[in-house]
């Protein structure tokens, strides 16, 4: 099968560099584009956490707890929010730069996208898969099994069931 179009979903795992490798060189081997893609975690957004009508949030950058570091919807802590993650955004787009700059040094038309993650990546690959009319994915997975894939979810699994083209996944060893 020949592909022409590679979105590669790459995060920060163990299986990061193995996802990007074995993407990039199916790439260069065929003479596809590759589109680099990253979901960061991001500080909680305080204008959606708690529910519509409580007078507190989770506080800046930390994930929400039973009522502790609760901080009021203020003009100043959604500034913070937004400095917060815009902070995080040039982390993770760095941290995507280099593989992006190792690919296009192996002659690999490719580009990028660096997202905070709204709880929905698998879905949103899928999204980013068809509109850029991607005809493979790759991605790794971080084999979870039994309740915590059950709790949790997989993005693979999902990716998986619902891309519109194959699937590549890279299983950690």
Same mark, same amino acid.
């Given at each position: 099968?020949?592909?022409?179009?590679?979105?590669?979903?790459?995060? *920060?795992?163990?299986?990061?560099?193995?996802?990007?490798?074995?993407?990039?060189?199916?790439?260069?081997a065929?003479?596809?584009? #590759? #589109?680099?893609?990253?979901?960061?975690? &991001?500080?909680?957004?305080?204008?959606?956490? %708690?529910?519509?009508?409580?007078?507190?949030?989770?506080?800046?950058?930390?994930? %929400?707890?039973?009522?502790?570091n609760?901080? %009021?919807?203020?003009?100043?802590?959604?500034?913070? &929010?937004?400095?917060?993650?815009?902070?995080?955004?040039?982390?993770?787009?760095?941290?995507?730069?280099?593989?992006?700059?190792?690919? @296009?040094?192996?002659?690999?038309?490719?580009?990028?996208?660096?997202?905070?993650?709204?709880? @929905?990546?698998? *879905? *949103?690959?899928?999204d980013?898969?068809?509109?850029?009319?991607?005809?493979?994915?790759?991605?790794?997975?971080?084999?979870?099994?039994?309740?915590?894939?059950?709790? #949790?979810?997989?993005? @693979?699994?999902?990716?998986?069931? &619902?891309?519109?083209?194959?699937?590549?996944?890279?299983?950690?060893?």
């Amino acid at each position: 099968m020949v592909f022409k179009r590679i979105v590669t979903a790459i995060d *920060r795992t163990p299986l990061e560099q193995e996802v990007f490798t074995q993407a990039a060189d199916l790439a260069a081997a065929q003479n596809a584009e #590759l #589109l680099l893609v990253h979901y960061f975690s &991001h500080p909680i957004n305080p204008t959606t956490t %708690p529910p519509v009508g409580t007078a507190a949030v989770a506080g800046v950058g930390l994930q %929400p707890t039973a009522g502790a570091n609760m901080y %009021p919807v203020t003009a100043e802590n959604l500034e913070l &929010h937004q400095n917060a993650v815009d902070q995080e955004r040039r982390e993770e787009e760095a941290w995507l730069d280099r593989y992006r700059r190792q690919a @296009s040094d192996a002659g690999i038309a490719v580009q990028m996208e660096c997202l905070p993650d709204d709880g @929905s990546t698998g *879905r *949103r690959i899928c999204d980013t898969a068809q509109s850029w009319n991607a005809d493979l994915v790759v991605l790794g997975s971080k084999s979870r099994t039994g309740l915590a894939e059950a709790f #949790l979810g997989s993005t @693979s699994n999902h990716v998986v069931h &619902h891309a519109h083209c194959p699937v590549m996944v890279i299983q950690h060893n």
